[in-house]
Each structure stands twice: as structure tokens, then as C-alpha cells.
């Protein structure tokens, strides 16, 4: 099959290009590092030429609240009608765990918008939920940051590794749309506050994490039902400590 990734380039769009790459198909990483931008609608209806399948696991270069709900709708209505002309049988999306229980965070409130998008669209779809990526701990440790110390939620979360997120996102790629929501998350729920303190440890960084039950992520707090998935989701092999482990020795 020829497949279009939207965002092709980046952490997940990259790692499902390899994986479908691997299987035989024709994987396209389509961004606008390649001349394709689903805002402009530069080179969108060229890649999407012959395309059996289309993901789309780009996202906002910003997230203020305004501007990121302008590109995911922008974006959303541009990519589905160039999909709709050439007659694509199944879009994919990579959408958050927890999108529909989160109104305060804009960033959520866009991403509930792309959704309903693909809803209404006639275009058959899968859309896959994962929980918080391993690889955004530390940039969530500084956005919480306050001098030396970094005040977040003692909310359980379920991590998981992109890598499980990109081997996830391949099976539901070459398989059936199921014209729905997929859960996928990481194998171990663990506290918000003490997945920082083990990333903070592991890189010998001596801000104290403090626990906050009012701390806000992405504009809103959280409480352990929050981002966390339901029953029933895709589970990731790899767990925290052994990623953890692998990155510190790397760095």
C-alpha cells in the first residue's frame, strides 16, 4: 500500500515510516521539511496521489490556546478533503488519552476538535489515544520548574516509550479502520510527581520535586482517572526504569 504520514519527520512519524518500511509498504513521510504543509495546502493534493492510507500524527508548533486549535482544525478540514478527492480508505489519527475528560486544557479542548473532524467525516478512520511519551518527561519537568523546585501532580499517569506508540500505531495502520478510539499506554501507572523525581535522579539533577495536587498540566489539574486509559487499552513492553536506564547511559 502507499501509506501518507503526516508529521513523517518527527518522533512517532519517523519510527512508523521505519516499521511500515519493514512490512513492504510504500511509506511516505509527508511535512513541510518535504514540501507538504496540511495549513497551506502546499504539495498536500501530490502526496496524496495514489494513497490507500493516510496517519496523521503531526502537531502544533505552538500551544497557546488559540493557535492550536486553529491548526488542528485548519489542518484537519484540509487534510480530509484532499483525502476525500482521491478517495483514501482509512484515516488514522494520534490523538491523548483522556482528550474528552480535560475542557480546561486548551490543548485538549483542539485535539477533541480534531477528532470531531474525523468523525464527521465519510471517510473511514481509527483514532489511537496514547497516554504521556516517556520522552517528555524532561520538558515537563521544566515547565514545572519554579527556581529549584518542580511542583506537579501526584496523579497517576501510564507512560509509554514512542517506540511502543510507533509499533502500536503500524498494526492499527495496515489493518481494518475500526471508526473509532484505541487506547494504548505503558505497562505501570505511576505517579506524575515521582516519574520526575526518578528522571531527575537518574540524570543527577538535584531540583526537589514537590507534590501538588493543584498543579496544572497543560492548563488543567488532574486527578488519577484523568490520564489514565480505560479498560482494555494496547499495552507497551517497555517499562520507565528500563527506558530510563537505556537514556541515562546514552546520554
Known sequence: MKIVVIGG?????????????????????ASPNSGVNTITREGLAEAMSGAQVVVDVANSPSFEDKAVLEFFETSGRNLLAAEAAVGVGHHLALSVVGTDRLPESGYLRAKVAQEALIRASKIPFTILRSTQFFEFVGAITQSATKGSDVHLS????????????????????????????????GPEKI????????????????????????????????????????????????????WLSRSSAHA
Not at 9 to 29: N, P, Q, T
Not at 163 to 180: I, Y
Request: hydrophobic fraction near 40%; proline fraction near 6%; charge should be neutral.
Open 9 to 29: 519527520s518527527g518522533l512517532i512519524g519517523s519510527k512508523l515510516i521505519r516499521h511500515l518500511k519493514a512490512k513492504g509498504h510504500e511509506a511516505v513521510a
Open 154 to 185: 501526584p496523579a497517576f499517569l501510564q507512560p509509554i516509550s514512542s517506540d511502543d506508540v510507533a509499533a502500536a500505531l503500524a498494526e492499527l495502520t495496515v489493518g481494518k479502520p475500526v471508526n473509532g478510539i484505541v487506547e494504548v499506554a
Open 191 to 242: 505517579p506524575l510527581d515521582e516519574i520526575a523525581r526518578r528522571y531527575l535522579s537518574a540524570t543527577g539533577d538535584g531540583r526537589r520535586v514537590i507534590a501538588d495536587v493543584h498543579a496544572r498540566y497543560f492548563g488543567t489539574e488532574l486527578n488519577d482517572k484523568s490520564l489514565t486509559p480505560g479498560a482494555n487499552p494496547i499495552l507497551g513492553r517497555i517499562r520507565f526504569e528500563d
